[in-house]
Nanobody, 124 residues
Framework: QVQLAESGGGLVQAGGSLRLSCAAS????????MAWFRQAPGLEREFVAG????????YYADPVKGRFAISRDNAKNTVYLQMNNLKPEDTAVYYC?????????????????WGQGTQVTVSS
């Protein structure tokens, strides 16, 4: 099991940027597919971005393509989500997730380990 702790959330104006961090402990993320999800009030948790440990590939949900970038630093056991050109509709709690599968899943049930989340609020 991997313990995950997100940080870096906050309040930002539309068009601004934030970088979220997800620090892992308990296991090395070098053998884990890592992903970011988000959940806005009253809505389902949705996939944002993922990074496969085996292929090194990344995958993004359509609403964030070209604006968000997921990266990992295996030496620091940390995953990042760089978010640029933020929009009010990006407002949500952002969660980090991990799974030992080499494939990037887009469903909540594809991931076994989750962090507590960090709030991102984008003002218009």
């Amino acid at each position: 099991q991997v313990q995950l702790a997100e940080s870096g959330g906050g309040l930002v104006q539309a068009g601004g940027s934030l970088r979220l961090s997800c620090a892992a402990s308990g296991r090395t993320i070098s053998r884990y597919t890592m992903a970011w999800f988000r959940q806005a009030p009253g809505l389902e948790r949705e996939f944002v971005a993922g990074s496969s440990w085996r292929s090194g590939s990344t995958y993004y949900a359509d609403p964030v393509k070209g604006r968000f970038a997921i990266s990992r630093d295996n030496a620091k056991n940390t995953v990042y989500l760089q978010m640029n050109n933020l929009k009010p509709e990006d407002t949500a709690v952002y969660y980090c997730a991990a799974d030992s599968s080499p494939s990037i899943g887009e469903r909540r049930r594809d991931y076994d380990d989750w962090g507590q989340g960090t709030q991102v609020t984008v003002s218009s």
